[in-house]
């Protein structure tokens, strides 16, 4: 299984914004569809986002749509969470996934689709 490794979270005021790193430990990352996830204190862990293998299909849970941005750069085997205009409830732990399959379309968002996970970064939005 693909090893990935996130970065960027931290501490920002509302209406900041965050940009989350993940990057993948082999050449292999190119070929899965890539999800982003959050796990709250208390609360169960959530779908954010998806991108299909190609960076071509994209998708979002509501609560974030027009905020937050997935992209990926194959060449760097890396995915990336673009988070704008942050809001409280936005705080969590962030985790990436790659999904099981490869060549994905990027439209799973169930935790079980998904067989390789980072070990999260905190993101912290104050008001």
């Known amino acids: 299984q693909v090893q990935l490794v996130e970065s960027g979270g931290g501490l920002v005021q509302v209406g900041g914004s965050l940009r989350l790193s993940c990057a993948a430990s082999?050449?292999?990352?190119?070929?899965?569809?890539m999800g982003w996830f959050r796990q709250a204190p208390g609360k169960e862990r959530e779908f954010v986002a998806t991108?299909?293998?190609?960076?071509?299909?994209?998708s979002y849970v509501d609560s974030v749509k027009g905020r937050f941005t997935i992209s990926r750069d194959n060449a760097k085997n890396t995915v990336y969470l673009q988070m704008n205009s942050l809001k409280p409830e936005d705080t969590a732990v962030y985790y990436c996934a790659s999904e099981k399959v490869p060549w994905g379309l990027g439209l799973q968002r169930r935790i079980g689709d998904f067989g390789s996970w980072g070990q999260g970064t905190q993101v912290t939005v104050s008001s």
């Open positions: 082999e050449r292999t990352f190119v070929k899965y569809a």
């Open positions: 991108i299909d293998w190609s960076g071509g299909g994209t």
